[in-house]
């Protein structure tokens, strides 16, 4: 699980594509613009910057892109959806580059929103900044999770707990799991080189969820709004490294 400073190299070159493909999406969302039009936007730049989207294909996943709009909290198959005024938009994005993967997730709002949906998008996102900062050698992996639990039911929030983070590397799902909640079983300790993703899903009502006929989008049981942030990070010497991060993208 631990990475060389070459496959670091490596997968910051993934996570850059990742995260440049996120950049893109924020500039072109838009009221009217379909989730299958932010797709193929999203392939092509992928392709064109040397990548594989890695999504596409992956246990029959159809498309390179997650879009999961409003109570749907991951997994949405881009489609012929328009986006609407005062959304909250999540998007995933996985990459593979040179054989290793990078992925990374943003909830973007569009147009206006109401206060709720702003404050939700700004606890998540500061939910994974928490969770980035505990990424430390020697620090355990429920720590990372104790954090963001506690900061996010103290904003009035819950964290969904049927899917958590995961280390990534090789595959885009390895060893260890990475819960947004504590669970103290989760003790393994972390060292150096190792790289996590880190993703709080957070909603405004129950973190109970659902999925929908499709067998890939999952949505919050009661309906209520959710948000999605991810960053793929390294623990080094130094401490947490957000792979992929530039000025121009983050």
């Not at 938009?89 to 997730?105: E, K, L, N, T």
């Not at 430390?136 to 720590?143: A, E, F, L, T």
């Not at 996010?152 to 899917?163: M, Q």
């Not at 790289?195 to 919050?220: C, H, K």
Request: aromatic residues 6%.
């Amino acid at each position: 699980m631990r990475k060389s400073p070459g496959e670091l190299a490596i997968m910051d070159e993934a996570n850059r594509i990742v995260l440049e493909v996120l950049a893109m999406i924020e500039r072109t969302l838009e009221e009217g613009i379909t989730t299958a039009e932010l797709d193929a936007m999203a392939e092509k730049m992928i392709r064109d910057m040397g990548g594989i989207p890695a999504f596409k294909g992956y246990k029959g996943y159809p498309a390179t892109l997650c879009v999961s709009i409003n109570d749907e909290v991951v997994h949405g198959i881009p489609g012929d959806r328009k986006i609407c005024d005062g959304d909250i938009v999540s998007v995933d994005c996985g990459v593979i580059y040179r054989g290793y993967y990078g992925d990374a997730a943003k909830t973007f709002s569009v147009g206006e929103v109401d206060d709720i949906a702003k404050k939700l998008l700004e606890v998540t996102e500061k939910a994974l900044q928490l969770g980035v900062d505990e990424c430390r050698s020697g620090k355990r992996v429920s720590d990372i999770g104790k954090r963001i639990e506690k900061y996010v039911s103290s904003e009035g929030f819950n964290v969904v707990r049927k899917f958590v983070g995961h280390g990534i590397g090789r595959s885009l799902h390895e060893p260890p799991e990475v819960p947004n909640f504590f669970d103290p079983e989760k003790n393994m300790k972390l060292k150096t080189g190792m790289v996590l993703a880190i993703e709080p899903m957070v909603t405004v009502g129950s973190y109970e969820v659902v999925e929908d006929e499709d067998g890939w989008t999952v949505r919050t049981k009661d309906g209520s709004l959710s948000a999605h942030f991810e960053y793929s990070v390294a623990i080094t010497k130094n401490g947490p490294r957000i792979l992929g991060l530039r000025e121009d993208n983050g």
